[in-house]
């Protein structure tokens, strides 16, 4: 997952989407090899002055730090001071601790000890009694720690929904680095009808399906994205995952991760055990289920603040609607 978004604007640089796979790829192999030949510090020794070099030059990355920072301060007061231009390269810094974490944990070489699951119970008796369902996530933390829990969960499989150009390189990088993993990469930039029938068939299966639920999507339609708050002002959140929950009539998850310390804390929520858009008034519910989920990110940031990695304006998102929340029953 990429940290900077394909609708950043004023960065003076090509954006994530733009950049080529083998280049994307490349970079990742490189990173990886320094760490099993000498550990962390050779890592950081070389990723560390290309990220403060882009913190120096991408003012538009650093104000969206500053912008969230500022906005969780005063919402949750979870960082414990107003934030500045240090807490913006640490933040920085953070994605860049990420990058080796998500390789060692699709390469299976993050041990399992240093995980905590929450929610996790419930999972298992989904894979045990062959019920699929959908996870909606967020750019936050170090997702890829679900593999960890496919591992952790013997038969669980997992499709995760991307929308960046390097899925498939990417896909064959993760193949190489854990065979036959019960994980895949699906490049979508929108859910077509095949789509939904392939995604349906795998949930019929007991597997589940990962989505992201904090970006508008790079085609965005009409009621592609609701406006919810999101840490005292009112952000866009797509819609699609409800939508899909919706057609594929199982449940609803969210999925977070974050870093406490030298373990990840991965979670499991249940959003809703049926999501329901009546006909009437889809954007409603859609709105309902996405504060919901905006508020349930909220919480675990204030514990996290460095582990939010949307380096562009969030709450300047285009392509949201608002519509008054309709009540929904979670089951």
């Known amino acids: 997952m990429s940290a900077v978004h394909p609708r950043s604007r004023g960065t003076g640089q090509r954006h994530w989407s733009s950049i080529g796979e083998e280049t ?18 050779p890592f950081r020794i070389v990723l560390y002055p290309v990220v403060l070099w882009y913190w120096a030059v991408n003012r538009g990355a650093r104000e969206a730090s500053l912008e969230y920072l500022q906005r969780l301060q005063h919402a949750t007061g979870g960082l414990g001071h107003e934030p500045g231009r240090r807490d913006t390269l640490r933040h920085f ?17 993050y041990k399992l000890k240093a995980i905590r699951f929450v929610g996790r119970e419930a999972i298992d008796a989904m894979v045990r009694e062959k019920q699929g369902g959908l996870l909606v996530t967020a750019h936050m933390g170090c997702l890829e720690m679900c593999q960890a829990s ?27 680095l854990s065979p036959g993993r019960d994980i895949a990469l699906l490049q979508v930039t929108e859910i ?4 939904a029938v392939m995604l349906a068939e795998r949930v019929e299966r007991g597997e589940f399906v990962a989505i992201a639920g904090d970006r508008v999507p790079i085609v965005a339609g009409r009621a592609s994205a609701v ?6 002002h009112l952000a866009a959140f797509p819609t699609g995952a409800y939508m899909l929950a919706s057609l594929l009539k199982c449940p609803l998850y969210s999925l977070g991760c974050i870093r406490q310390d030298d373990t990840h804390e991965v979670v499991f929520e249940r959003l809703a055990e049926r999501v329901v858009l009546p006909r009437g008034d889809r954007l409603g519910a859609c709105t309902v289920y996405a504060t919901d989920f905006a508020q349930r990110i909220e919480r675990q940031l204030a514990r996290a603040p460095f582990e939010w990695f949307n380096f562009f304006s969030f709450w300047n998102q285009p392509g949201a609607l608002t519509a008054p929340p309709t009540p929904v029953r979670h089951d």
């Not at 810094?93 to 070489?109: H, P, Q, W, Y």
Request: without cysteine; charged residues 15%.
């Open 24 to 41: 994307f790829v490349g970079g990742m192999w490189l990173l990886y090899a320094l760490f099993r030949v000498g550990g962390r510090l």
């Open 93 to 109: 810094f953070s994605f860049a601790e990420t990058i080796l974490d998500k390789m060692l944990a699709v390469g299976g070489r």
């Open 150 to 176: 496919a591992e952790a969960t013997p038969g669980m499989k997992l499709t995760v929904l991307v929308h960046t150009v390097h899925a498939e390189q990417f896909n064959r990088m993760l193949e190489r």
């Open 192 to 195: 077509s009808p095949a789509t």
């Open 227 to 232: 406006q919810v708050p999101f840490l005292g």
